[in-house]
């Protein structure tokens, strides 16, 4: 079957770096994605990796092993605000994206 | 970047009746669309997935008889919840994929909450 893992919650301080993981076993890939969800809203995109790597943009960056069938979003200089849930997605070879469960991030002072 | 809209934000009706919750791609054309529900603390769970001209393709234990699925338009879907009861108060959360775009990304809906009394 199906399957994607990453962390049910984590904890981290203001200021500072916080890596989320994201292990997946599916049918085919065509591409992971991570979203942001605040609690009662839908989720706000945040990258998209195809390829092996690391993709930056400003904060955040997510990594990509397509042979470990592995993703981390790392987040840096952590501000009160980026408490909410982080959604790991892969879409597989159907183009259906198949969701993990969400961590749920909690910055703390 | 791409935008859905959903409407109505947020409903309250009475057990028993029906609700129907629009999405529309606003700035561009999506061949295909997504009905997802989230209950609280929970993950979005895929319903069905809404193509432009044909009929939806249900997820396993979605009953389709309840929840009808409308996709008579590039730019717009709408899901009616059928005779509701208090177990569908949920939020409701469309997404819409963009035809050209190579992302294959889906961009989300505000997401609509349904309460049931």
């Known amino acids: 079957g199906q399957n994607i893992d990453q962390p049910t919650e984590m904890t981290a301080t203001e200021g500072a770096i916080v890596q989320i993981n994201c292990t997946y076993q599916t049918s085919g890939f065509n591409g992971l994605f991570w979203y942001q969800q605040h609690a009662g809203e839908a989720p706000t995109f945040l990258s998209y990796?195809?390829l092996d790597g690391l993709e930056e943009k400003g904060r955040f960056s997510s990594f990509l092993s397509r042979s470990k069938g592995y993703s981390y979003l790392l987040l840096k200089e952590l501000q009160m605000k980026d408490s909410a849930s982080y959604l790991c997605a892969v879409l597989d070879s159907n183009y259906q994206l198949i969701w993990g469960a969400g961590t749920k991030l909690i910055i703390k002072p | 970047g791409a935008v859905v809209s959903q409407h109505p934000s947020r409903v309250i009706c009475k057990s028993g009746t029906s609700v129907k919750i629009e999405c529309r791609s606003l700035d561009f054309q999506a061949t295909t669309m997504f009905w997802y529900r989230q209950f609280p603390k929970q993950s979005l769970m895929l319903m069905a997935t809404s193509n432009e001209g044909s009929k939806a393709t249900y997820e396993q234990g979605v009953e389709k008889d309840k929840f009808l699925i409308n996709h008579a338009s590039l730019t717009l879907s709408t899901l009616t919840v059928t005779s509701a009861h208090p177990e569908d108060s949920s939020f409701y959360i469309c997404s819409a994929r963009d035809s050209g775009n190579s992302y294959n990304e889906q961009f989300f809906g505000p997401g609509t909450r349904l309460t049931v009394l």
């Open positions: 990796n195809v």
